[in-house]
């Protein structure tokens, strides 16, 4: 937790007595609208095709844009024609660097700049520089679709190459090791590991690889977007709705409250919904041609101009005693992030939490690659880190002839291995027993290519998987409470189709002592209290922790305005409590009055409060994770190769589950992402050109139906007594951890040990 201990020399000094552990959440363990099956309030628009989104937005005279994208990866732009395309049918402005206007840049998001949204540093079609394959040359806007993306290809673009660095391996000589990743210090050791390594009684040491990983949201990148007068409206597709509206309003020289950014409904966004440069593009010319613009980018542009995941090489050391208790646990690497991209991909993160062990190296290094800045992409860095140091573990087990179960069980941690920081709460040794046991784990034979059937041998694997705790310290939240009983809650936050709404609203009756029914969530504009972005699994414990400090305030409000003619006159907020719609005397549950009647004496229809949630302190003294029991059944053609994910189960250690329906959808999502991961997703570069060459799903292999077996998803459901509802991220937990249980799966069925994504059947025969 070397986070606290930068904040605490930037604070200077945390009072002990600010550090939550006293108090814990009184909704935790109480049983109420929290945990039950709610189905997704938003559901039946979905079902039906009403929920419209950004870029089925229908305006008034809307014009339509294409994009013409870079074909190199460095130069200079020496010839832009544009006469052609100004000529075509229908086109009513070709925009280039020549008359774009003048915008500064967008400054880039990070863990010191959490208000920034932006996920490329790069300037936006403002020179004649080419910096990626990819990068945006021109935009074409006509009346249709067609004759827009017609125009575009009448563009004639010629260009003086430069030198470009776009491979790899040749890039290795001159990593950077940057100071820090997102929320530890990067090169972190304790002891001496590498001689701990030289003299370990068993030991394995390893390179592993991934590939880069490229987003595939149902729905592509969209805006649609209008101006009145200095006036801006976005529709937009992002998990940043406040965050864009500040970033546009800086960038245009517009005041805040002059750009409204709505995102009521988002089909997909893993990390790649944020901001790019499609946003400015439309603004700029709907603003040029006094028009809406509709901008959604096609979706080879997606690959191309909106990053992904990094690849990674990584070594992985173990080193153990006879025992098999770790000595030795080294974890570095590479991987690509050129300085004008945002996501370090920490893919050591989770090693550094997940074992004890006599000593630790860890560190990683970045390769600045002229491509499309990469960018977070569902537990990015952990995903990735947990196929390395999961398949290590592995290869030690085997190596050791211990199973792989037990073997991680005897290295449990007590208290988080580097600092000694205790944990919130952490039950993975519970996990790996309820899964070992649900999964049926004694079947599987201790030996490779054991168990047979037919051509097909069959393997059994685990793997673990853990992802952060992140409570985001800054969002705004109104609870707006009516006479009859009816509460608004409003933040500018995301629903990804995660069910965002749906858990709050049960969280909002719960904490006000209101029937579903009463409650309104709304979310998804920038004109309401301003939310952070919706990643990093943070969203769900950031607006818990809004609504109760809203409630908190309310409470006082509302004995404020009871005054001396109520029975609960003379009360305190601490004496009361939100219950049975109004407020109840603690000590004396016959003093009580609802709200309405509260209201209704003070002589007022409403009452409405704003509040920000208490600063995420937990965080300071509690190591705060997630962690997953992963396992895995295959089946592997002796054959041809063939790889079959027959079975997988997962066991979540994430706090209080506040929707089961929900909660099993989102984790379930999350492992077949992983499976993705495990057998087809990779990125195919041309280190020549710096192209990626499979721009698009016929190509870029995503799993379907046939590909994603019977997933079995349970937890401990074990709450987290230092947040709030006890409940942790669960976004991107899912997916941590499966590609490392397919691959160990592999191995005992075959006896192959693959150490490179994806396990394509070339690499099994
Ligand atoms: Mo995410 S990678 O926090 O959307």
Same mark, same amino acid.
């Given at each position: ?16 007595? /600010? !550090? ?32 419209? #989104? ?18 190199? @990866? ?9 006469? &052609? ?10 925009? @280039? ?14 863990? @010191? ?66 100071? %820090? ?35 595939? $949201? ?8 209008? /101006? ?67 901008? *959604?980018?096609?979706?080879? $542009? ?42 370090? =991909? ?12 006599? %000593? ?22 952990? %995903? ?15 190596? *050791? ?6 073997? +991680? ?23 790996? +027993? ?11 034979? @201790? ?8 051509? /097909? ?35 500018? &936050? ?33 004109? !309401? ?27 006082? =409000? ?9 029975? !609960? ?41 704003? =509040? ?7 965080? #300071? ?55 993705? *991961? ?36 349970? /937890? ?28 160990? &799966? ?20």
């Amino acid at each position: 937790n070397t986070l606290i201990e930068s904040v605490r020399k930037v604070v200077g000094w945390v009072p002990e007595r /600010w !550090l939550p552990g006293g108090t814990p959440d009184p909704l935790i363990g109480r049983h109420g609208a929290v945990g039950t099956q709610l189905a997704q309030l938003d559901g039946p628009q979905k079902v039906r095709g009403a929920a419209r #989104f950004a870029a089925e937005v229908p305006l008034e005279g809307l014009c339509y844009a294409a994009l013409v994208n870079s074909p190199v @990866t460095r130069g200079r732009i020496t010839r832009l024609d544009t006469a &052609a395309a100004e000529a075509a049918p229908g086109v009513l402005l070709v925009l @280039t660097y020549r008359n774009m206007p003048r915008l500064g840049l967008v400054p880039l998001m990070g863990v @010191t700049n959490l208000g920034a949204v932006g996920n490329s540093a790069l300037p936006i079609l403002q020179d004649d520089q080419i910096r990626y394959n990819g990068q945006v040359m021109a935009l074409v806007l006509a009346e249709t679709q067609q004759q827009a993306d017609h125009a575009a290809r009448l563009i004639d673009l010629s260009v003086d190459t430069a030198p470009a660095l776009s491979d790899f391996q040749a890039a290795k000589p001159e990593a950077r090791t940057p100071a %820090s990743i997102l929320v530890e210090r990067n090169e972190q050791s304790a002891g001496d590991a590498e001689a701990a390594l030289r003299q370990a009684a068993f030991s394995t040491d390893a390179t592993y690889t991934t590939p880069g990983h490229n987003h595939a $949201a149902i729905e592509l990148h969209g805006v649609t977007a209008h /101006w009145t007068g200095n006036r801006l409206v976005l529709h937009d597709a992002t998990q940043a709705v406040a965050p864009t509206a500040a970033a546009l309003a800086k960038l245009f020289g517009l005041r805040r409250e002059d750009v409204r950014v709505l995102s009521p409904f988002v089909g997909g966004g893993f990390g790649a919904k944020g901001f790019w440069d499609h946003q400015v593009l439309a603004v700029a010319a709907a603003r040029m041609v006094d028009r809406p613009v509709r901008l *959604m980018l096609s979706r080879e $542009a997606v690959f191309r101009m909106v990053g992904g995941r990094s690849p990674t090489e990584q070594r992985v050391a173990i080193g153990a005693d006879a025992e098999g208790r770790f000595t030795a646990l080294i974890h570095t690497g590479y991987s690509v992030m050129p300085p004008y991209s945002a996501s370090p =991909e920490q893919y050591t993160l989770g090693t550094r939490s997940l074992y004890r062990a006599q %000593s630790y190296r860890f560190g990683q290094k970045h390769l600045d690659l002229d491509i499309v800045p990469n960018t977070f992409m569902r537990a990015p860095g952990e %995903s990735v880190g947990s196929f390395a140091v999961e398949s290590a573990v592995d290869e030690l087990a085997h190596a *050791m002839d211990i199973d792989p179960v037990e073997l +991680r069980l005897r290295n449990e941690p007590e208290t988080h291995p580097l600092t000694g920081t205790p944990f919130s709460q952490r039950a993975l040794a519970t996990a790996w +027993r309820q899964g070992a046991d649900r999964f049926g784990w004694d079947a599987r034979s @201790t030996m490779p290519r054991a168990r047979r059937d037919g051509e /097909w041998l069959l393997g059994m694997g685990c793997a673990a998987g853990n992802f952060p705790y992140v409570r985001m310290p800054s969002g705004a939240l109104r609870i707006r409470l009516t006479r009859d009983g009816q509460a608004t809650l409003s933040t500018s &936050a995301q629903d990804m189709g995660m069910g965002t709404a749906t858990v709050q609203t049960q969280h909002a009756a719960d904490r006000l002592g209101l029937p579903l029914d009463a409650i309104t969530f709304e979310m998804g504009d920038s004109d !309401l209290p301003a939310a952070p972005v919706a990643g990093g699994s943070s969203q769900t414990v950031s607006i818990a922790a809004a609504i109760a400090a809203a409630a908190s305030k309310l409470t006082v =409000e509302l004995l404020r305005l009871a005054g001396n003619a109520s029975p !609960l006159a003379g009360l305190r907020a601490g004496e009361v409590r939100l219950a049975e719609g109004g407020l109840v005397c603690i000590e004396d549950p016959t003093r009580r009055e609802t709200y309405g009647d509260i209201l209704t004496r003070a002589g007022r229809d409403e009452i409405s409060v704003t =509040e920000t949630g208490a600063p995420p302190l937990e965080i #300071f003294k509690y190591a705060m994770l997630s962690h997953s029991a992963n396992f895995c059944e295959v089946r592997v053609s002796d054959v041809t190769g063939e790889l079959r994910v027959t079975r997988l189960l997962g066991v979540f250690d994430v706090g209080t589950i506040l929707n089961p329906r929900m909660a099993v959808s989102q984790l379930r999502g999350g492992m077949i992402m992983g499976l993705g *991961m495990a057998l087809s997703e990779e990125v195919l570069f041309d280190e020549r050109s710096g192209r990626i060459m499979n721009p698009g799903l016929a190509d870029y292999h995503i799993p379907a139906h046939l590909d994603v077996p019977e997933i079995d998803v349970t /937890w401990t459901g074990i709450p987290d007594p230092r947040s709030p509802l006890g409940a942790r991220g669960i976004g991107e937990i899912g997916i941590t951890g499966v590609a490392a249980a397919i691959a160990n &799966a592999v191995f005992n069925a075959t006896g192959k040990r693959l150490r490179d994504l994806p396990l394509t059947l070339d690499r099994l025969i």
